[in-house]
């Protein structure tokens, strides 16, 4: 029971992931450049 909340918990943590990205497109290309520097 426990690894399956926890399974479902990552996936709904990748998922805000995504969503966070998609929403902050700019700020996610400038911490690319700097990683990059």
Excluded: I, W
């Excluded at 998922?15 to 520097?37: C, G, I, T, V």
């Amino acid at each position: 029971m426990m690894q399956e909340f926890n399974q479902l918990n990552e996936g709904v943590k990748l998922d805000l992931m995504l969503s966070f990205k998609k929403l902050q497109p700019n700020e996610q290309a400038q911490n690319n450049k700097n990683s990059d520097a």
